[in-house]
């Protein structure tokens, strides 16, 4: 594995975070992606979904923080990023997932519009795109996350895609 196309890759992925775009992560962009992920299925903050996806969206941050926030500054630079994902994440890929399971439970129960424990296909392409993703992607990924063909998205198969777009290398992904 080559470090170099690793960093690029992972440098890339920075913008799946930033999502306002200023050069930095920080708190406020994950409570944007919370905020976004409501409004576009209808759900209140108030309630025990809104309230848990702000929790996890939390819970992201600050693990993301711990990881990659190297000046203590409360922001994630792009090169803290790199740094903090090619030093850490590399090795221990997991442990980002656990991080991020809090978040992608809660979105995962926002777009499960029926209550079954698991978001729709086409719900789950809907939280992509508001989250950045192009339709293209988005529509790909989603159907890719059905690895049964049933229509439905389980929290294990989005834990694990999620820690993979981040930690392995593809090219050009």
Same mark, same amino acid.
């Given at each position: 594995?080559?470090? %170099?196309?690793?960093?690029?890759? &992972?440098? #890339?992925?920075? +913008? +799946? #975070?930033?999502?306002?775009? $200023?050069?930095? &992560?920080?708190? %406020?962009?994950?409570?944007?992606?919370?905020?976004?992920?409501?409004?576009?299925?209808?759900?209140?903050?108030?309630?025990?979904?809104? =309230?848990?996806?702000?929790?996890?969206?939390?819970?992201?941050? =600050?693990?993301?923080?711990? &990881?990659?926030?190297?000046?203590?500054?409360?922001?994630?630079?792009?090169?803290?990023?790199?740094?903090?994902?090619?030093?850490?994440l590399r090795d221990n890929p997991e442990r980002f997932a656990e &991080?991020?399971?809090? #978040?992608?439970?809660?979105?995962?129960?926002?777009?499960?519009?029926? $209550?079954?424990? %698991?978001?729709?296909?086409?719900?789950?392409?809907?939280?992509?795109?508001?989250?950045?993703?192009?339709?293209?992607?988005? %529509?790909?990924?989603?159907?890719?996350?059905?690895?049964?063909?049933?229509?439905?998205?389980?929290?294990?198969?989005?834990?694990?895609? #999620?820690?993979?777009?981040?930690?392995?290398?593809?090219?050009?992904?």
């Amino acid at each position: 594995m080559d470090s %170099a196309e690793y960093e690029r890759k &992972i440098a #890339f992925r920075f +913008a +799946a #975070f930033d999502q306002d775009g $200023n050069g930095y &992560i920080d708190r %406020a962009d994950f409570s944007a992606a919370a905020a976004r992920l409501l409004t576009e299925f209808g759900t209140t903050a108030r309630c025990d979904k809104g =309230q848990a996806l702000y929790t996890g969206a939390e819970a992201l941050w =600050q693990g993301m923080a711990g &990881i990659a926030d190297v000046d203590g500054d409360q922001r994630v630079t792009r090169a803290e990023f790199v740094g903090g994902a090619v030093k850490r994440l590399r090795d221990n890929p997991e442990r980002f997932a656990e &991080i991020a399971r809090p #978040f992608l439970r809660a979105a995962l129960a926002v777009a499960d519009r029926d $209550n079954e424990g %698991a978001a729709s296909v086409p719900a789950v392409e809907r939280a992509l795109r508001v989250l950045g993703a192009t339709p293209e992607t988005a %529509a790909f990924a989603a159907q890719s996350l059905d690895a049964d063909h049933e229509g439905k998205v389980a929290e294990d198969a989005v834990v694990a895609a #999620f820690a993979d777009y981040f930690t392995v290398i593809a090219p050009d992904a």
